[in-house]
């Protein structure tokens, strides 16, 4: 079951009304509307990985986010995600995303927000200290591969995204380091937007797939300096 015109309409309702209240008389829309075509998305999309990137999956109980924001840290104390988004990894890393994920990978996400904000994409974001030194060391011994790789992905997607890109070289790594330009990345995502009609197609999920193995070079370089392999089937 695809998503519907449904779907963006809880959200944008949600979005006005961001309380439990609000969310426990909706909750019978989220789980039909939400919940359950994203958890039959994820299961069609790993059917599609195990074709182009067997060593990449999801699981339909596990990979979507919660709505459930954390609100421990923040001052925003709205209780609810005004979207939904699960994530793909490598089979053989921990399912956990940015800087607690001190055993994940690089992997794939989906991302739903009406209004045009949906969006997918690709790579690790955010890593902790110990993957991102790694990440580092091996663009540091290979600039020319990594650069080759970066340029390589079609430009329909943005360019790497400088989100907390440091504004000096890490400490380590000279001023005039071939690979000054990458070295200074904390995270290593790249993506798109997508349409209101994009996400409620009949198409979508193969429209992610193509997208994603237009992007499975940026995946797998980063997942091979971070010690998982890609495979050849499951």
């Given at each position: 079951m695809p998503f519907s015109q449904r779907a963006l309409?809880?959200?944008?309702?949600?979005?006005?009304?961001?309380?439990?209240?609000?969310?426990?008389?909706?909750?019978?829309?989220?789980?039909?509307?939400v919940r359950?075509?994203?958890?039959?998305?994820?299961?069609?999309?790993?059917?599609?990985?195990?074709?182009?990137?067997?060593?990449?999956?999801?699981?339909?109980?596990?990979?979507?986010?919660?709505?459930?924001?954390?609100?421990?840290?923040?001052?925003?104390?709205?209780?609810?995600?005004?979207?939904?988004?699960?994530?793909?990894?490598?089979?053989?890393?921990?399912?956990?995303?940015?800087?607690?994920?001190?055993?994940?990978?690089?992997?794939?996400?989906?991302?739903?927000?009406?209004?045009?904000?949906?969006?997918?994409?690709?790579?690790?974001?955010m890593p902790p200290r110990p993957q991102l030194n790694k990440l580092r060391s091996a663009i540091a011994k290979n600039p020319k591969g990594f650069d080759q790789m970066a340029h390589s992905i079609p430009r329909r997607f943005a360019g790497l995204d400088d989100e907390g890109a440091l504004k000096r070289m890490p400490r380590g790594y000279a001023e005039d380091h071939p690979a000054a330009k990458w070295l200074r990345f904390q995270s290593f995502t790249r993506g798109r937007t997508l349409t209101d009609a994009q996400v409620t197609s009949t198409s979508l999920a193969a429209l992610l797939a193509r997208e994603y193995e237009a992007l499975l070079p940026l995946v797998r370089w980063l997942n091979g300096a971070l010690g998982f392999k890609p495979a050849s089937r499951r």
């Amino acid at each position: 079951m695809p998503f519907s015109q449904r779907a963006l309409r809880f959200f944008r309702g949600l979005a006005r009304h961001n309380e439990k209240p609000w969310f426990e008389a909706h909750r019978e829309e989220y789980e039909t509307e939400v919940r359950q075509p994203m958890r039959e998305l994820i299961e069609d999309l790993d059917t599609r990985f195990a074709q182009f990137a067997p060593e990449i999956g999801g699981n339909p109980k596990r990979s979507m986010f919660r709505i459930n924001r954390d609100i421990r840290f923040s001052k925003d104390k709205s209780p609810y995600k005004t979207n939904a988004a699960c994530w793909f990894h490598h089979l053989n890393a921990a399912r956990s995303v940015g800087s607690d994920a001190d055993a994940g990978s690089a992997g794939y996400y989906f991302h739903l927000q009406p209004g045009g904000r949906s969006m997918m994409g690709a790579g690790i974001w955010m890593p902790p200290r110990p993957q991102l030194n790694k990440l580092r060391s091996a663009i540091a011994k290979n600039p020319k591969g990594f650069d080759q790789m970066a340029h390589s992905i079609p430009r329909r997607f943005a360019g790497l995204d400088d989100e907390g890109a440091l504004k000096r070289m890490p400490r380590g790594y000279a001023e005039d380091h071939p690979a000054a330009k990458w070295l200074r990345f904390q995270s290593f995502t790249r993506g798109r937007t997508l349409t209101d009609a994009q996400v409620t197609s009949t198409s979508l999920a193969a429209l992610l797939a193509r997208e994603y193995e237009a992007l499975l070079p940026l995946v797998r370089w980063l997942n091979g300096a971070l010690g998982f392999k890609p495979a050849s089937r499951r």
